[in-house]
Nanobody
């Protein structure tokens, strides 16, 4: 199982980015996918998740600005990030878990992880 996160970059405050998480080796249909982020010197934080029934959840810090979605045909999950600010600067990681129908915010340990993609919000 491999996860490949992409789409990060440098963006000005107020701007937008769309991250992608492409899965290979498994069928996305049965998996819950989450996004996490880790800023320098800080612990890794959960950002958002979507389960196999397309139930979505967000941390309070991104609610209303970020949207998670999945395209099972492409085996890819997206994180649309709008109205970005400096506090969103971090390395973003996607993770997958076969407990796809679970209430995804409380999955304790996502089984598969991808390498991160850097998001930098700066003027």
């Amino acid at each position: 199982v491999q996860l490949q996160a992409s789409g990060g970059g440098l963006v000005q405050p107020g701007g937008s980015l769309r991250l992608s998480c492409a899965l290979s080796g498994v069928n996305l249909d049965y998996y819950a996918i989450a996004w996490f982020r880790q800023a320098p010197g800080k612990k890794r934080d959960w950002v958002s998740c979507i389960n196999s029934a397309e139930s979505t959840h967000y941390s309070d810090s991104v609610k209303g600005r970020f949207t998670i979605s999945r395209d099972n045909a492409r085996n890819t999950v997206y994180l649309q990030m709008n109205n970005l600010n400096s506090e969103d600067t971090a390395v973003y990681y996607c993770a997958a878990d076969p407990r796809g129908s679970s209430y995804c915010p409380v999955i304790p340990e996502y089984k598969y992880w991808g390498r991160g993609t850097q998001v930098t919000v700066s003027s």
